[in-house]
């Protein structure tokens, strides 16, 4: 894998929500700007709902990917879809029925995600991987940014890369929590190709530096 083939998402949880659109345009080289939805229910935090959603929509120089750590996704995820993003993902815990919802998004137009918890294990997913077109496996407890990211979630994420490539399947394995350059290769190394990374971005000096020095971290960890 190169590092074309790597994708970082920086998550907008550690932005300056004041200055939405400049921080945006900080990250224009990244792949996708990640955007936490929290209702206080699911996780304990909350964040913003379709309305700010929308205008980051409006004003981001690259995708949406959304990530909803929220309750009742099989009721609410369809409005992200249709608000234009590029991907969105709900919570395996919260769904009622992921692979209708699934399906659902990719009507819409959206790609259809589904995250799973630190604790959550994947086996259920390995017979449905093609109704997914990224897994997202959280490396810290969902709903605060800024936490240190948990090695133990790490086979669960190899035991995915090993039943996608024996299945063929094309889909994305994503990290979030605690992913900076010193734990990417980390991730990079049990499977990972797509890397959501808050205040390792945004904290740095140099943003655009900060991507592509995790790119390149990401990148040669998967050619070992």
């Not at 819409?108 to 990224?134: H, N, W, Y």
């Amino acid at each position: 894998m190169t590092d074309n083939d790597v994708r970082i998402n920086p998550s907008i949880l550690a932005a300056d929500f004041v200055n939405m659109q400049a921080d945006l345009a900080r990250i224009a080289t990244a792949d996708f700007v990640h955007v936490d939805v929290m209702d206080n229910h699911f996780v304990p935090n909350l964040t913003f709902g379709p309305q700010m959603v929308g205008r980051i929509q409006d004003t981001s120089p690259i995708p949406l990917d959304v990530h909803l750590m929220i309750d009742e996704p099989d009721r609410w995820a369809p409005e992200y879809a249709e608000l234009g993003a590029e991907s969105v993902t709900f919570h395996l815990e919260a769904a009622t029925d992921p692979i209708s919802l699934a399906r659902r998004l990719r009507q819409i137009g959206a790609r259809a995600g589904v995250a799973v918890k630190p604790g959550t294990p994947v086996e259920g997913l390995f017979d449905s991987l093609d109704e997914f077109d990224q897994i997202l496996v959280m490396t810290v407890e969902p709903g605060f940014g800024g936490q240190s990211f948990m090695p133990e979630t790490m086979p669960k994420l190899r035991m995915l890369a090993d039943e996608a490539r024996r299945r063929g399947s094309a889909v994305w394995l994503q990290v979030d929590g605690g992913i900076g350059e010193s734990t990417i290769a980390q991730a990079a190394e049990a499977g990972a190709d797509t890397f959501v990374a808050g205040s390792a971005v945004f904290g740095a000096t140099d943003p655009q530096a900060a991507i592509t020095a995790l790119r390149t971290a990401a990148g040669r960890a998967h050619r070992h």
